[in-house]
């Protein structure tokens, strides 16, 4: 494309963006404003106008999938693989790896099963997670802290870590000299070597600063004082730099990422420029005026045609919910058109198995991005064999294999299109992988493929997209379906600190800014964790957005009435019987509002712990870390008050409709059976 096709179109604001020159820019805007745009533009047009070599320009971003959209998006404005594109772990890697070749090193291994590693490190003590204990080193680490500063730093960000601070900063000692003694490393130690690397050498900082000089960051406000401190050394003293971001659309801080980072850009950076975009782009009005609830600020100037209102459907529970789901789907395909054009978001992974399976099962087609991808494919994994093996040339063996693909008929039968899509697939992760190596080899191409998540390889076949709000970020589709919103999922059962709970707002407002055209909310009010069915709130965040959608006038003809079926449904819940044990029966029978236990601190420390032991079997039942069931507060104050009814339970802080429609009885039961903790 040349210059002029490349900045036509584009508003002032977007324009003053693509076409500055000089010193650090900095693009701060709303969702659909275009950020990402812009970005690519830029690089786009200084190649064009001569201003830059495409080879010597670093375009990063936080995850793969965004990494993804970004190449994509540049192989549209008509750049092949030379410009490197990708996130902070798979870059560092590829210039460790050239590193370690020049020194004759032999690269230490990548740790990929990071908890079982971490459990046989240390000593963790029963019931704790190693999961959860990793979380918390790489909260630590992605913020910078040693083991030294943890206790006190972890004590300011109010953190619950799983064992005491002082237990935890052990652990990262242990877990640290683990790895260097059987020589791994996981992602954060990439990012520490490299800038250990940048470091160290001048003259090796000179020379890759010398290849990438041209550096641009997309999502900026995830970036974490980690990777901002390994960008600040490939960047050396040099002025270019340029990064756009949403703080309303940080959603990383519960890893460590810093949206201040972006907030006082401008602030660590004199006579850098900086450029707020006003526009709106992607959504239509009502998207808009729905979206406008969930964010702070002014809401953003829509420029898309009016679309249909937005809908809100309670559905008696979760499976109603998924069918009610295929449904919505069906019918928008007969206007949007291909499937592809829908996406179906949810909060948490786990939800997405569901909806996945009745999808299915009434034969729509979709694609469940966090599951095994293409790459675990047979076929793809014997390529992958052959381009990694010693000895090959990568880009002699991934050119070959190109050729191959254009000379081959069109494919007759599925499977036979599955598996070139899955191909195609591979041989563009190749090709990106040898725009950022200068020195590709099989061990590296090994390597490089291992930093991918495995699920977000782009597979051609037309179907639904599955996938998490956080996997969403900065994707957009025609038709969004938002399900499962209630409370414990929209916020997050475990998101407690105001700041937390400001997090699963903007989470909502990422999901919900992903929309074209038209958009679907839905709740279910029963749902099946394990075996039994529980009743499930509405999402408190829904209020704003509901009253946004009443503002747009009268419903759809073709919303569903569920109200009598969810009556219906939480009447069906509140006559399953009891737990089956004697102990269920004795206190179905008790008056309805006993009194609280009397001042007993011996039966208050047994409660509190048989309150624990309970505590630990259900998050292990569930898979979920323990203070997703109830935190150490609440626990702490059904130990003391050990309330005999639900009444009396509910009126404990932290126990919400939700948990005690969950663990109601099961409390209640626990907490009045002193012969078995006693
Ligand atoms: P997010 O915050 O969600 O990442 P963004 O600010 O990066 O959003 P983009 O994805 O770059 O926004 O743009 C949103 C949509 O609007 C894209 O489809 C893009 O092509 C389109 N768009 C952006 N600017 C313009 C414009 N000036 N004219 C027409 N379409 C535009
Ligand atoms: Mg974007």
Request: hydrophobic share 45%; aromatic share 6%; proline share 6%.
């Amino acid at each position: 494309m040349d210059a002029d096709q490349l900045v036509a179109g584009l508003n002032e604001a977007q324009l003053a963006a693509v076409t500055a020159t000089g010193g650090p820019v900095v693009v701060m805007a709303g969702a659909g404003s275009g950020k990402t745009r812009v970005l690519t533009r830029r690089i786009a047009w200084r190649i064009a106008t001569d201003d830059t070599d495409p080879t010597r320009v670093l375009a990063l971003t936080f995850t793969r999938k965004a990494a993804g959209e970004l190449r994509h998006r540049l192989r549209t404005l008509g750049l092949r693989d030379e410009v490197a594109a990708g996130t902070f772990h798979g870059i560092a890697l590829v210039q460790l790896r050239r590193r370690w070749a020049d020194r004759n090193t032999t690269p230490p291994a990548i740790l990929d099963r990071r908890s079982r590693f971490l459990a046989r490190a240390a000593s963790l003590g029963r019931g704790v997670r190693a999961s959860d204990v990793l979380a918390e080193i790489d909260w630590a680490r992605a913020r910078l802290i040693t083991p030294e500063q943890y206790s006190m730093a972890a004590a300011e960000a109010g953190r619950t870590p799983p064992i005491t601070a002082d237990q935890l900063a052990d652990v990262m000692v242990r877990f640290a000299q683990e790895k260097r003694r059987r020589r791994m490393v996981d992602f954060d130690d990439l990012l520490e070597l490299a800038i250990r690397d940048l470091q160290s050498d001048p003259g090796y900082a000179e020379a890759v600063r010398w290849r990438y000089r041209h550096l641009c960051v997309d999502e900026f406000q995830d970036v974490n004082p980690l990777q901002y401190e390994l960008l600040s050394h490939w960047r050396g003293d040099r002025p270019d730099l340029f990064v756009v971001g949403d703080t309303n659309q940080a959603i990383y801080g519960w890893n460590g990422a810093e949206p201040d980072l972006l907030a006082t850009f401008a602030r660590r950076e004199p006579g850098a420029t900086v450029i707020t975009l006003a526009d709106n782009y992607r959504s239509s009005p009502q998207v808009l005026e729905l979206a406008a609830t969930l964010s702070d600020g002014p809401g953003l100037v829509a420029h898309r045609p009016d679309g249909p209102r937005p809908s809100v459907t309670a559905y008696p529970d979760d499976k109603a919910e998924a069918v009610g789901v295929a449904e919505r789907i069906r019918e928008a395909r007969r206007v949007a058109g291909s499937w592809s054009d829908q996406a179906v978001l949810v909060r948490t992974n786990a939800q997405l198995l569901l909806i996945e399976q009745t999808l299915n099962d009434l034969g729509v087609p979709a694609r469940h991005r966090a599951g095994a991808g293409p790459l675990a494919s047979p076929e793809v994994a014997s390529l992958i064999g052959q381009l990694t093996s010693p000895g090959v040339d990568v880009a002699d063996a991934a050119a070959e294999l190109s050729a191959e693909a254009t000379m081959e008929d069109a494919p007759t039968s599925g499977p036979e299109v599955e598996r070139r899509a899955n191909r195609a697939a591979l041989l563009r992760l190749v090709n990106d992988y040898l725009a950022v190596d200068p020195a590709p080899s099989g061990p590296g191409l090994a390597a490089w493929l291992s930093t991918l998540d495995g699920n977000d390889v782009a597979d051609n076949a037309d179907a639904v997209e599955l996938t998490t709000f956080h996997g969403a970020k900065g994707l957009e589709w025609p038709v969004v379906h938002v399900a499962g919103l209630e409370d414990g999922f929209v916020p997050i059962a475990y998101a407690e600190t105001g700041g937390q709970k400001a997090e699963e707002r903007r989470l909502f407002y990422v999901a919900v800014t992903r929309a074209e055209q038209e958009l679907h909310l839905s709740w279910a009010a029963a749902r099946t964790f394990t075996n039994r069915p529980v009743g499930r709130e509405v999402s408190p965040l829904l209020a704003g957005p509901a009253a946004a959608i009443s503002r747009l006038g009268v419903a759809p003809a073709h919303r569903v009435d569920w109200r009598a079926k969810i009556a219906a449904s939480r009447q069906r819940l509140a006559d399953a019987p009891p737990p089956s044990s004697a102990r269920g029966r004795r206190r179905a029978a008790q008056p309805a509002f006993a009194s609280a236990a009397a001042d007993d601190p011996a039966a208050e420390q047994r409660a509190y712990q048989a309150l624990r032991q309970w505590r630990q079997r259900r998050a292990r039942a569930s898979d979920v870390p323990v203070h997703v069931v109830l935190s150490d507060r609440t626990l702490r104050s059904l130990a003391r008050a050990r309330p005999t009814n639900r009444a009396a339970l509910a009126a404990i802080d932290g126990i919400g409709p939700s948990k005690l429609s969950r663990y109601g009885d099961d409390l209640i039961n626990l907490l009045n059976a002193p012969a078995e903790h006693a």
